[in-house]
Structures are given as C-alpha cells and as structure tokens.
C-alpha cells in the first residue's frame, strides 16, 4: 500500500531563511504527488503537483519541489520565508489505482520574526 | 470564480440532533468528496460521488450519510451526532479521474462542526 511521510510536525525558520519541508513517498509505480496549504480554519489549496515531465515542479507563492524518483521523495522548498506562509502543509500523493489522495500527516511551518 | 461554497461555514448542534452540511460548484466536475478533517491530522476520505454512483469508504460510520441531487450540489447527513464527530468537514471536487489519475482535488472553505 502506498504511504507518504512528512518529517517533522512543526517546523520553524526566521522569516526572511529557507523553507525546507520534507516528504517521502512509498509507491511501487510512477506516482502523482501533490502539496496542499492550509491557513487556519480554511480549506486546502493546491500549491503544487507533479505528474510527468519535468521534476522540478513550480507552484504559487514562491514554493517550488523537485521530484527525485531514486530517493522517493518530493521536498517543498521556497528560498525565502514570509510571516505569511505560517500555515500547515500537506504531501499527497496518488493513488493509481483509483484516484484518491494518500495524505500525509502534515507539517505545521511556524514563522518567527 | 468558479469554485466550492460550503455552508454554513459553523455550526454547532447538540448531541443526537441531526445535522447536514452542504456543499456546491460551479466547476461542472464530476467527482465530489466528502472528507472529515480533526485538529492538527490529515483529512481523512468519508465518501465520494463519481457522477451520482455512491462510493462509502470501509470505515465511514453508519452515522454519516450523503446525498447528491444533481452535478452541483452534495449534502453530508449526520445522523446522531456525538462528541467525536466535532471537526472540520471539508467538500472536494475533481474533473473526471477516467484515464487521468493524479486529477487535482478542489477543496471548499469547510465546515466547522461543533457538538454540545
């Protein structure tokens, strides 16, 4: 069954320092892999996806992640942190049997000033 | 825009007392998910509608039920609510998943539920 880890629950930078937030992935096939954004009480936004192609993947808001299929992973970065990307964010990836979202247990990222 | 409305955006109801929470698009998809989302975890599938064919995930209690009159609109029913059926409902929609898995899921506001 494919699963999706996110490393740390909390993560926190210095606004202004690189994001960094971690996935990995298990998938016995070519998966399709999402981040999500959640700002208190809202719903989810698609920041970015990977599907085929090109394995740097740009989304919105500056993020961007780069899809490496021999360390099953898919880290969301962004170079420089701002008070208002202080959110929680969630990894998905697909799953190809149907299409359903495998979630990941989701990074709280805390901006300090 | 188009997009997913989801109303009321709280509600608070006592326990047992039935509840629904709606639900609608103006993105015309054919796909329309049902999640429940608790603090601080990751929303977990209750159900989804492909078209008007009903797909209950394993673990969805009884308690929840759901209705799809038409493309746009998807209502979630819970019966008796209890205290452990506090929390975020959040209302998703997709295109069409046939031949296009990896097809992005567009969620609404959600719903706060809150039970007394």
């Known amino acids: 069954a494919q699963s999706v880890t996110q490393l740390g629950s909390h993560v926190s930078v210095s606004e202004g320092a690189l994001v960094l937030l971690r996935c990995n992935y298990s998938?016995?096939?070519?998966?399709?892999l999402f981040w999500y954004v959640q700002y208190p009480n809202q719903g989810l936004q698609l920041l970015l996806k990977y599907t085929t192609g090109a394995t740097l993947v740009k989304g919105i808001n500056g993020f961007e992640a780069e899809f490496k299929k021999s360390e099953t992973s898919f880290h969301l970065t962004k170079p420089s942190a701002h008070m208002s990307d202080a959110a929680e964010y969630f990894c998905?990836?697909?799953?190809?049997?149907?299409?359903?979202?495998?979630w990941g247990a989701g990074t709280k990222l805390i901006i300090k000033p | 825009d188009a997009m997913v409305i989801q109303n009321p955006r709280y509600q608070v109801t006592q326990f047992g007392k039935p509840v629904t929470l709606s639900c609608s698009q103006t993105l015309n998809h054919n796909v329309m998910y049902w999640y429940q989302q608790k603090s601080s975890q990751a929303p977990k599938l209750l159900f989804h509608?492909?078209?008007?064919?009903?797909?209950n995930e394993a673990d969805t209690p009884d308690n929840f039920q759901s209705r799809r009159p038409n493309t746009s609109f998807c209502f979630l029913d819970i019966r008796s609510p209890g205290l452990g059926d506090a929390a975020m409902y959040l209302c998703a929609t997709s295109r069409d998943p046939s031949g296009q898995v990896g097809d992005t899921q567009y969620f609404g506001p959600g719903t706060r539920l809150t039970v007394l």
């Open positions: 998905a990836v697909s799953d190809n049997s149907n299409y359903q979202l495998i």
């Open positions: 509608y492909y078209d008007k064919d009903f797909n």
């Open positions: 998938s016995s096939v070519p998966p399709y």
